[in-house]
């Protein structure tokens, strides 16, 4: 067991998130799922790579990457998150579309949260989060820095 400092610089300086990859049963009903909901642009489109058909795209300026492994079957500990804004009107549309199973809206701590799922069962939240934050680490930092003016 190690017994290094909780302050320890970390052995890897993370920048930022680069991307998530996902296995999809289905390439083509996937990439239709994402573009339809949350505005995927492909940027790449590989249906002939070595490691199976795959597209790289853009949902805002997160990169995604989804390949097709027959078969995938969801992750139930894996969880797809975007801000939004104006929330009750996008839960209202997903529902009125029915499409990606709108779960219901969600309230906590000041955010509004709704989960869909893919074609294939992965979790994919839309939230709107307080503070006029966009990402959770911006929530934190602002929640930290209440925080700390209240002390």
Same mark, same amino acid.
């Not at 991307?19 to 002939?48: K, P, Q």
């Given at each position: 067991?190690?017994?290094?400092?909780?302050?320890?610089?970390?052995?890897?300086?993370?920048?930022?998130?680069?991307?998530?990859?996902?296995?999809?049963?289905?390439?083509?009903?996937?990439?239709?799922?994402?573009?339809?909901?949350?505005?995927?642009?492909?940027?790449?489109?590989d249906r002939s790579g070595p490691s199976?058909?795959?597209?790289?795209?853009?949902i805002a300026d997160f990169a995604i !990457? +989804?390949? *097709?492994? &027959?078969? =995938?079957?969801?992750?139930?500990?894996?969880? $797809?998150?975007?801000?939004? #804004?104006?929330?009750?009107?996008?839960?209202?549309?997903?529902?009125?579309?029915?499409?990606?199973?709108?779960?219901?809206?969600?309230?906590?701590?000041g955010a509004l949260f709704f989960f869909?799922?893919?074609?294939?069962?992965?979790?994919? !939240? +839309?939230? *709107?989060? &307080?503070? =006029?934050?966009?990402?959770?680490?911006?929530? $934190?930092?602002?929640?930290? #820095?209440?925080?700390?003016?209240?002390?």
């Amino acid at each position: 067991m190690s017994s290094a400092s909780p302050h320890a610089a970390p052995l890897a300086p993370v920048l930022g998130a680069s991307h998530v990859a996902i296995e999809v049963a289905n390439l083509d009903r996937s990439v239709e799922f994402y573009r339809r909901s949350l505005g995927l642009r492909v940027v790449v489109d590989d249906r002939s790579g070595p490691s199976g058909p795959s597209i790289k795209g853009l949902i805002a300026d997160f990169a995604i !990457e +989804l390949t *097709e492994r &027959p078969g =995938a079957v969801a992750s139930r500990d894996f969880c $797809l998150s975007f801000s939004v #804004r104006g929330i009750e009107q996008i839960h209202q549309a997903f529902r009125e579309a029915e499409f990606g199973e709108a779960g219901d809206l969600t309230p906590l701590d000041g955010a509004l949260f709704f989960f869909i799922r893919d074609p294939d069962g992965n979790a994919v !939240e +839309l939230i *709107e989060l &307080p503070y =006029a934050a966009t990402t959770l680490g911006q929530l $934190l930092d602002a929640l930290a #820095r209440n925080s700390s003016s209240e002390n």
